[in-house]
């Protein structure tokens, strides 16, 4: 019982990272490059100071702000244009169809604040954990920077995007309005 959990965990994940474009769509996004430059420029900040403060301040509250975007995106349109959003050219898949590839937006825009907020967690209990007398302090000064470069280019990552969704969503309703003229002219 607890393996075919396991496998639809793992079948959802895969079925979201299809529909998301894959590993191509995530080093190509310019919001990714554009977080790296800014995690560099503010190097000073995050590798001597308590950066996961500013994260866990922020990403709860932008948590929120989503799942509510989320829940207003959902109801968007009539049902016969969500009907069509989520059709797929012939040949694709329906996780292709472009009423996926906004929710996988979506998707992804959650599990990167969900993965910015751990990674947050963890470096705040790092901090206060001594380690193991065998493991050196240059080995901790390292996995401290480490996780702070991880941790703080997912907090901006995360921050930036929010762009990307809110132009998925513009780019939806600019669909949705096509639609809707189109509707009233027959």
Not at 84 to 101: L, N
Not at 104 to 123: E, R
């Amino acid at each position: 019982m607890v393996e075919k959990q396991w496998e639809g965990v793992a079948d959802i994940f895969r079925r979201y990272w299809k529909s998301y474009g894959g590993l191509s769509a995530l080093v190509s996004s310019p919001y990714l490059h554009i977080s790296m430059l800014i995690t560099f420029l503010t190097l000073g900040y995050w590798s001597d100071n308590d950066w996961w403060v500013q994260s866990l301040r922020v990403l709860p509250s932008l948590m929120g702000f989503t799942l509510g975007g989320f829940a207003i995106f959902l109801s968007l349109g009539s049902e016969d244009f969500r009907s069509i959003m989520a059709r797929a050219d012939k040949g694709e898949s329906t996780d292709k169809s472009p009423y996926m590839v906004v929710i996988s937006s979506f998707v992804h825009f959650v599990l990167i604040q969900m993965l910015a907020i751990i990674t947050s967690i963890i470096a705040n209990a790092a901090s206060y954990t001594s380690l193991p007398f065998f493991i050196s302090s240059n080995v901790n000064d390292i996995f401290i920077l480490l996780i702070g470069l991880f941790g703080y280019g997912l907090f901006v990552y995360s921050l930036l995007l929010a762009t990307s969704v809110c132009m998925a969503i513009y780019r939806m309703s600019g669909l949705y309005a096509t639609f809707k003229a189109r509707d009233e002219l027959e």
